[in-house]
């Protein structure tokens, strides 16, 4: 008996790794080779394919494909029907001939990709970021960013919990506070950084 739920209705191919206490609701299929993480929930109509690797705590909503190559770290939330693509050249008649030719994409730690967005393969979703709902995501997203819109752009800064942040000067630094959990972070590299 495995330590994970699988629905009846749904095909887990032999050479998966799933996780403890992961769910895999309806109608869905996960790949030989996948990896999935613990406690994660796969939702209804989900295909998981065999060079995606799941964190712990990701949650996959209802109809979402997660291609070959896409990684997503820890507790990162995929909308329902939000897409990813593997391919930044798909042509019918020039089929792929190894896994190789496609693009990576990394999402990283916490990050949110709401509902009915695409994301574009080989770009990389920063921790805590959030892609809002629909939006079309082409480039690189700095972590802690929402970016909204067809291409999707930087909004806001937003807070590990969710909250927006408002900008405060302490001596010669910006610093970016939550109001609602107190996190307080700084401008890096890829991003804000937790102070």
């Not at 709401?114 to 892609?131: D, K, L, P, S, Y």
């Not at 929402?146 to 927006?164: D, F, Q, T, W």
Request: charged fraction near 25%; glycine fraction near 12%; hydrophobic fraction near 35%.
């Amino acid at each position: 008996m495995s330590d994970y739920f699988v629905h009846p209705s749904s095909v887990v191919d032999e050479g998966a790794v799933i996780g403890a206490g992961t769910k895999i609701w309806h109608f869905s299929h996960i790949m030989p080779g996948a990896k999935i993480g613990k406690n994660c929930v796969i939702g209804q109509s989900v295909f998981i394919g065999s060079l995606a690797v799941l964190g712990d705590n990701v949650h996959v909503h209802n109809n979402v494909s997660v291609y070959d190559k896409v990684i997503c770290e820890d507790d990162v939330f995929l909308g329902p029907s939000m897409v990813f693509t593997n391919d930044l050249i798909p042509r019918s008649a020039y089929h792929k001939k190894s896994a190789d030719e496609y693009l990576t994409t990394y999402v990283e730690r916490g990050a949110t990709i709401g509902a009915n967005a695409t994301v574009v393969c080989g770009v990389r979703i920063g921790r805590w970021a959030f892609v809002g709902a629909g939006a079309v995501v082409t480039k690189d997203v700095e972590a802690y960013s929402l970016v909204m819109g067809n291409p999707a752009k930087h909004y806001r800064y937003i807070c590990e919990c969710g909250s927006g942040l408002e900008v405060r000067k302490e001596g010669f630094e910006e610093i970016y506070r939550c109001g609602k959990c107190g996190r307080r972070y700084k401008k890096g590299k890829g991003g804000l950084e937790e102070r």
